[in-house]
């Protein structure tokens, strides 16, 4: 039987890890984060499953491999919090590249809703008796220009529910996939063009920041700006100016580029010393969700099916396509 150090584990993830239940696989179930400090807790384990917002720098890969650990299983697709150029040659590191494009896709197109008809205000407003409709004007999603950045299995799903809409749907990537029904164009046309923008693209040095004060200057007075990807993709501080200041139009945002620290868990009694998010929330054309975007029943089974699969792979020695290799 193998044995995994689960870490950083909320309910929902042991009930879903649980109820598939591999006889060859015992999941040591721990509350804490990975990091430098916590690692020596998968001491006799022989691998590690973590998530995307666990500190698998120098140090924590080090650590693991004094401990004896080769294998670090990803239970999300993304990996840029793990320092691959050290893990090379001292373990190795599977992910999950999809768990449902859906899931996600569906979250972009809620925020986007909320934020036009101002639903989120509405409900509040009703709960107090508050029947007006003053404020809560919205615009028809029909005709409007949607930019898609990234068009991976996420971003084509999230065009075709555009295309419902009745949306006229732009797309950039850096390699952009031709057999399929979208219209490419210059990330600069579409930044000029775009009602809203919507990232969908994996954080890597050409896209951390993509958006910021230069990019920003260039959209529609109004644009909203969606992010469900990666919270580097969006320079914080030029955000929050923008939509101080009425260029940016609203933000639907379900990850944050200092979110390492406060989603996932409860802060409600505790004072938050990040002053950026505070200015966000602060700012009544904003919906933060704390990356729940995957969380549904179907993503949430594909992601633990998929992990167990790549454990299995990786100690029954089988060739796996979920191998992160370094950039």
Request: hydrophobic residues 35%; negative net charge.
């Amino acid at each position: 039987m193998y044995k995994i150090a689960f870490y950083d584990t909320k309910p929902y993830d042991e009930h879903s890890f649980e109820d598939i239940n591999h006889p060859e696989i015992e999941f040591k179930f721990l509350e804490n984060k990975l990091n430098k400090h916590t690692a020596t807790l998968a001491k006799d384990c022989d691998g590690v499953c973590a998530f995307v917002n666990d500190d698998i720098g120098k140090e924590t890969i080090n650590e693991l491999y004094d401990n004896g650990i080769r294998l670090i299983a990803m239970r999300c697709s993304g990996y840029n919090n793990i320092d691959l150029k050290e893990a090379k040659n001292k373990i190795t590191v599977v992910r999950v590249p999809g768990y449902s494009p859906y899931a996600v896709a569906e979250h972009a197109m809620g925020l986007i809703l909320c934020l036009n008809r101002k639903i989120h205000k509405a409900y509040f407003r009703t709960r107090d008796y508050n029947f007006s409709l003053n404020g809560l004007t919205g615009f028809d999603l029909y005709g409007k220009t949607v930019g898609i950045i990234g068009t991976g299995k996420i971003g084509k799903v999230f065009a075709e529910i555009c295309k419902g809409f009745g949306m006229n749907v732009i797309a950039y990537d850096l390699f952009p996939d031709t057999s399929c029904d979208i219209n490419y164009v210059s990330r600069e046309q579409l930044f000029k063009e775009s009602d809203i923008i919507s990232l969908h693209c994996p954080l890597t040095a050409e896209t951390k920041h993509i958006i910021n004060s230069e990019t920003i200057r260039i959209m529609k007075s109004g644009v909203f700006i969606i992010n469900t990807s990666r919270g580097g993709l969006v320079e914080s501080e030029s955000l929050y100016n923008a939509l101080r200041d009425g260029r940016v139009g609203a933000a639907g945002l379900d990850v944050y580029e200092e979110e390492s620290d406060l989603f996932f868990e409860d802060h409600s009694d505790t004072i938050i010393r990040d002053d950026i998010i505070k200015l966000f929330l602060s700012l009544p054309n904003v919906l933060i969700s704390s990356h729940q975007a995957f969380l549904t029943k179907e993503a949430l089974h594909n992601i633990a099916m998929c992990t167990i699969q790549n454990i299995l792979d990786y100690f029954e020695g089988k060739e796996s396509k979920n191998v992160v290799l370094e950039e």
